[in-house]
């Protein structure tokens, strides 16, 4: 399998965050990279550097308004008279059917959903870098590769067709879901972060081609609060196409494998040409987030549990943040995952 990754999701250096309203380090860090990226060379992983695919994958699943923003605001940004260094929201809007604002302030708010995804010098070249991992490694996928691994940086899973937050610009996912239906009619999302993939459900909500799975600690007294409820089914074309399985807090490896064997039931009753795996590993006992207890030898039963399926697939790095054992989930998930889809495709072709 290959880990398609660029240095230059690096440059995006996020200087802090707003947690219960007190500024903190934001620990979504380059270092996260550093640390994946040598895990899976470790798990056995290849690596190649993803091609520039330009902002056109991004521009099948974002607005041209958002990306043109995404693109603008930090030169925008420091025009203004004692603005902060990195643009970060202060107002936002209670309705998204008005007007557009003109104001870089009015955008901030209206793009940006928490103050969590501030933006930099370098978040939007990062962001579209990391996009093109997701790219390269659902183009592989689609044209035979059996997996890859897109270890996204910045993540994706909280991003909208027109909103950023939680430390996600563009949808890394849904990009790499987009390309993939250019071949196949339908294709799953298994999200299993510890946080619900809001925007990635967001994106596909009122679609029937693109099922959307997520496990995810209940949002009832987590992050993002106010997605990623079990009620929330889909709309339109796509209502019965959106699974959220909210877990209590603190469920260890038994309870999350259970609700694991539910989304793949799902899957399976879809019966998807191919499948996304937003990998977050903060749901581990460990993580700094607290929310979940996932063991280490738990991601090596996710992923070959996930492996069964045997779907062509592509996983892309979701969260997961600096702590002992992020590099060894990592080799835990991977190597579950590779021992049990070589068999399962084995046994289908
Ligand atoms: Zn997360």
Redesign the pocket.
Known sequence: MKVIYDEAQKKHYPGFFLTSGARAPNPERPERADILFAAALRAGLTHEVPADFGIAPAAAIHTPEYLEFLANIYARWRHIALASEEVIPNIHPDRRDGAYPLSAVGQAGYHMADTSCPIGPDTFASALRSSHAATQAARLVSRGEAAAYALCRPPGHHAFRDLAGGFCYLNNSAIAAQVLRERTPRVAILDV???HGNGTQGVFYERADVLTVSIHADPVRFYPFFWGHADERGEGAGRGYNLNLPLERKTGDEGFLAALDRALSRIQAFAPGALVVAL?L?AYEGDPFGGLSVSTPGFARIGGLIGQLGLPSVIVQ??GYICDALGDNLVAFMDGLRASHAVARGVKS
């Open positions: 972060d510890l946080h977050g903060d979701e969260g």
